[in-house]
């Protein structure tokens, strides 16, 4: 499928008819030249797949034309023909950029295998510039123990080896697309392409474009065939993320794509069959949009033969942890900052929180913790930063709170009107109460609350700069 344009740069007629023949018995678009000036003219007037090249030409050398078709930003593959060939002469070749090499004379069964590595190449070409795989997913396991997780999983593993269409539904964050790959990694397709496409990333302009291709001259900027994200997504998986974002005026056509399997280029007349499984998520209630009008009946319950319900973080609490510890993990190695794990503070304020940006903004929070984080400790609380968290930072042993009434000495997790103090005060006493216990020693001061000299540093100035200097009755020094 990725070949279609064939030139045949050949002086000698049997041999020209014959791949001729062999092409066009494959449904080829097939182009002829004797000279190297021909072939340059019938370059410039369109773009090719695929070049047999003779090394020997009336009117010029075949690998210097080789080399010259090397440095094309566009260039087709090229397998060079001779009756003259020579290890010596095969090794030049294929270093300036062939892609092959025969020997005259061949048979058909040789131009056929030559054609079937041709199109494989190319294809994997093309699909090497889209595929979706993020490194920071290379573990590909599912992370929770809740029993909503452990249903997702049996979903999974039931449906995965099928080709049903997945319709992925949940709120932004709730890894949609990790349950997407996963489907992908179980199934029988797993060896084969599995390409995404955005459908609110691109251009209402360009879409169709991305999803079926388009010919070269089939508008301004298309100066060369492309092929489209069903394409090269032949025998493997498609992933339309966030479908419900696909115009109404291209809806039409993908719901033939999906009911026929075939599609034409944008600019293009020929049919183009293609075998692509789907799997598509949304984050919007379809049905709604559905009765508003926004996005065809037909389409969505041809997308909807499977549909998977991810839950959001919140109604599943039991993995916020477990999520929390896999990604510390992660993030450890991946930043070079050897933590010793999650602080009890730390624990706590985790489980307390509703987490509204779901997986997502857990996954940024632990990173950013641990970023901020010394080596050597645990994640606290205070490096967190949860919006309205109520917990407690990490504080040294004699600096903790007690039952005992408030003191200089540690902080109180209530005012005097017994209103529950934010985090940012709860802070501020902390680093109050670390360097009265330590006479102003900042650098003691940091070490007994876990933060290093210049985070200390720039607190004490940023309460200077707030007008409430914490450190003011105090000598403090840093040693």
């Known amino acids: 499928m990725s070949l279609e344009k064939i030139l045949i740069v050949e002086d000698e007629p049997v041999v020209r008819n014959l791949l001729q023949s062999i092409f066009a018995r494959h449904k080829f678009t097939v182009s002829t030249a004797g000279t190297v000036a021909e072939a340059t003219a019938a370059m410039q007037r369109e773009s090719f797949d695929l070049m047999m090249l003779d090394i020997r030409l009336p009117d010029g050398d075949g690998q210097k034309f080789l080399e010259h078709i090397a440095a094309l930003p566009e260039r087709p593959l090229v397998v060079m023909v001779t009756g003259y060939g020579t290890i010596e002469s095969a090794v030049s070749c294929m270093r300036a950029g062939a892609f092959d090499y025969v020997l005259k004379p061949f048979s058909p069964s040789q131009i ?69 790959r996963e489907f992908y990694r179980r199934s029988p397709r797993r060896g084969q392409p599995y390409i995404k496409v955005n459908c609110a990333a691109v251009s209402e302009n360009l879409i169709e474009s991305e999803f079926f291709g388009h010919e070269r001259g089939a508008f301004t900027g298309a100066t060369e065939r492309r092929e489209g994200r069903f394409e090269l997504a032949n025998l493997g998986t498609l992933l339309l993320d966030e479908v419900s974002e696909i115009p109404a005026a291209l809806q039409a056509k993908l719901l033939r794509v999906l009911q026929e399997r075939e599609f034409e280029r944008v600019g293009g007349n020929r049919t183009i069959k293609v075998n692509v499984r789907i799997i598509a998520t949304s984050n919007r209630d379809l049905i709604s949009y559905v009765e508003k009008g926004d996005f065809r009946q037909d389409l969505y319950y041809r997308l909807n033969v499977f549909p998977v319900q991810v839950p959001p973080l919140r109604d599943r609490a039991d993995d916020s942890l477990v999520l929390a510890e896999h990604f510390l993990r992660r993030f450890a190695r991946k930043h070079g900052i050897k933590v010793t794990g999650l602080s009890d503070s730390a624990r706590a304020a985790i489980a307390a929180y509703r987490w509204p940006g779901n997986v997502r903004e857990l996954q940024n929070t632990i990173e950013r913790a641990v970023i901020l984080s010394e080596s050597g400790r645990a994640v606290t609380a205070a490096a967190l930063g949860l919006p309205g968290d109520l917990t407690l930072p990490d504080l040294p042993e004699a600096a903790a709170p007690t039952s005992e009434p408030e003191s200089a000495a540690g902080p109180a997790v209530t005012d005097a009107d017994g209103a529950v103090l934010r985090l940012e005060e709860l802070e501020k006493h902390a680093i109050r109460a670390a360097l009265r216990q330590t006479a102003g020693n900042r650098t003691q001061a940091a070490a007994a609350l876990g933060i290093s000299i210049r985070t200390l540093r720039n607190k004490l100035q940023e309460y200077r700069d707030a007008g409430d200097p914490v450190d003011v009755d105090l000598d403090a020094t840093e040693a």
């Open 112 to 180: 056929d295998v030559i054609l079937r590595k041709a199109q494989t190449y190319r294809q994997l070409l093309s699909v090497n510039r889209l595929l979706t795989d993020d490194p920071e997913d290379a573990d590909g396991v599912l992370v929770g123990r809740s029993p909503a997780m452990q249903r997702l999983r049996q979903l999974i593993d039931k449906v995965a080896p099928t080709d049903a269409t997945v319709l992925v539904t949940g709120e932004s964050g709730t890894g949609k697309e990790m349950i997407a």
